[in-house]
């Protein structure tokens, strides 16, 4: 190698050298690491956050659900009423209303119609048995038997037909126990084919509100 060829060498190795000094200087702060003896490392910059609303969807109230009404007793209406025999009644069928027992059973059943015609609910019926005694009574509700209506009510009188006259007598209370008819006299029969007795009950008079005589209130057909 020539001396003109190392004191170009030397010149070239002196430039690099001192330009490596200069670097950092043209470096960005937050490349200058590690940082120089009494530099302060760059504070960082808060970065703000936006908080962005969700919308939010108010529901709808609920609504509440309507429990259902149960069907109330239908009471008899007040004032001066009374209850007699409906016309054709009482009628004598087979005992439909228990296969099982067919004629060793015997009783009466029917319903008891109001001013309109409605079938009344919660009406005491009482059947007296005179030939057992004045204590002898059997009772029933309107609406408890409804295979005979709405209003239906059913007692049992005996377990076999039996051929009476005026030993039976049946009469409505309403819920007070106040009496809607007289005593009313039924017949039965030793007779398989008329073990069961229908016997209906309707409000038959109405006391008018300006006085006079009272207005018979016409009746429903035999049930069935």
Same mark, same amino acid.
């Given at each position: 190698?020539?001396?003109?060829?190392?004191?170009?060498?030397?010149?070239?190795?002196?430039?690099?050298?001192?330009?490596?000094?200069?670097?950092?200087?043209m470096l960005p702060p937050w490349l200058d690491w590690p940082p120089s003896e009494g530099t302060e490392p760059p504070t960082p910059t808060a970065t703000?956050?936006?908080?962005?609303?969700?919308?939010?969807?108010?529901?709808?109230?609920?609504?509440?659900?309507? #429990?259902?009404?149960?069907?109330?007793?239908?009471?008899?209406?007040?004032?001066?009423?009374?209850?007699?025999?409906?016309?054709? /009644?009482?009628?004598?069928?087979?005992?439909? /209303?228990?296969?099982?027992?067919?004629? /060793?059973?015997?009783?009466?059943?029917?319903?008891?119609?109001?001013?309109?015609?409605?079938?009344?609910?919660?009406?005491?019926? #009482?059947?007296?048995?005179?030939g057992a005694g004045d204590s002898a009574v059997f009772s029933g509700i309107t609406g408890e038997a409804q295979a005979y209506g709405l209003g239906g009510?059913?007692?049992?009188?005996?377990?076999?037909?039996?051929?009476?006259?005026?030993?039976?007598?049946?009469?409505?209370?309403?819920?007070?126990?106040?009496?809607?008819?007289?005593?009313?006299?039924?017949?039965?029969?030793?007779?398989?084919?008329? /073990?069961?007795?229908?016997?209906?009950?309707?409000?038959?008079?109405? #006391?008018?509100?300006?006085?006079?005589?009272?207005?018979?209130?016409?009746?429903?057909?035999?049930?069935?």
């Open positions: 190698m020539t001396h003109k060829k190392a004191a170009l060498i030397m010149i070239l190795f002196a430039i690099i050298l001192s330009g490596c000094s200069a670097i950092p200087e703000t956050v936006v908080e962005t609303a969700v919308p939010t969807h108010t529901l709808p109230a609920e609504t509440p659900i309507a #429990e259902p009404t149960p069907t109330e007793a239908v009471s008899p209406p007040d004032g001066d009423f009374t209850y007699t025999l409906q016309a054709g /009644n009482p009628f004598y069928l087979p005992n439909f /209303n228990h296969p099982d027992a067919d004629c /060793n059973w015997m009783g009466i059943a029917g319903q008891v119609f109001g001013p309109e015609g409605e079938s009344l609910l919660g009406v005491t019926i #009482e059947v007296g048995d005179l009510y059913e007692i049992m009188l005996a377990d076999a037909p039996l051929a009476t006259s005026g030993v039976y007598w049946v009469q409505a209370f309403d819920a007070e126990g106040v009496p809607l008819s007289a005593r009313i006299f039924f017949d039965t029969f030793a007779d398989c084919e008329r /073990n069961l007795v229908l016997l209906n009950l309707v409000y038959t008079l109405v #006391e008018s509100p300006m006085g006079g005589e009272p207005t018979p209130v016409p009746t429903l057909e035999p049930y069935p």
